[in-house]
């Protein structure tokens, strides 16, 4: 059976060139496609939903104008091998979907779609025979009308530099790029192994008198004290050094601004500036 305009061969190598192997999915998804948009008025300007992001995205992208780099295909994983094409102002249209029933008359087909079997006992010759046999004989359809809110697009957000990272970004997406917000993609980056710490000047306390404490140093006396016995942006005197070995302290860090780029600023400037952009009502 054909697949819009392309014989199934045809078909098998455009999809073999697009996705690096003609893989099953595409080419079911070939019919699913054919089929909804035999049912959609000639000259009509249609969009995709896709319910799967697995092969299927990739022959409506074939087959029809819509992908996703125009907006034109959207990608709601429900997890179902189903797409619908519908008039992109009115949301009527289309949904395509396998039917639980009908491929099951199809043993190599249905037992690679519910995964009945390991991919290496699986017969790929014979599988490829059904789904060009079975074509959209083994689809559903059904008339729907899209959920307003998937209609249309949104707004172009102003694009501002991410104050973490340094990228370009939709201020939409909040005070940081969705990148910094969730750190869910990349283990480690190399920028960020490079930006794990700044370039901090340690030195023995004793070569550290005249310079300026970095951070506040806590003293402990069981029983008596818990505080900072010195302040960041405090001076280090002679009188110091003692106190500050007695409490463990033989190294410290002091300022030294050839030692911290200029993208880095200091946790207490840092905690002013979030409580600046987030103060509003009632904060």
Partial sequence: MDIGNYSFSEFKNLAAAFHSYPAPGLLLGGYMVERARRELPDGILFE???ETPKCLPDAVQLLTPCSIGNGWMKIVNYGRYALALYDKY?????????DS???????ELSGWFY????????????????????GDTICGIETIRV????????PSSRISDCPICGEAFPVNDGAVCRGC??????????????RESPSLRSMPVAAAVGKTALHDMTQIVPGKMKGAAFKAGQVISAGDVCR??????????????????????????????????????NV
């Fill in 244 to 281: 500050l070995q007695q409490m463990g302290k033989n190294n410290v860090f002091v300022e030294d601004a050839a030692g911290v780029g200029s993208e880095w600023v200091h946790e207490n400037d840092a905690a002013r500036e979030f409580a600046r952009r987030m103060a509003g009502r």
């Fill in 101 to 107: 029933e009908k491929i099951r008359k199809w043993p």
């Fill in 181 to 194: 917000q969730e750190k869910a993609i990349y283990d480690t980056r190399d920028d960020d192994r490079a």
């Fill in 90 to 98: 009115e949301g009527t249209g289309f949904r395509v979907f396998v």
């Fill in 147 to 154: 959920a307003r809110k998937f209609l249309g697009k949104l």
């Fill in 48 to 50: 995709a939903i896709v």
């Fill in 115 to 134: 995964k009945l079997k390991p991919k290496k006992e699986q017969d790929s010759d014979r599988l490829l025979r059904e789904i060009e046999a079975a």
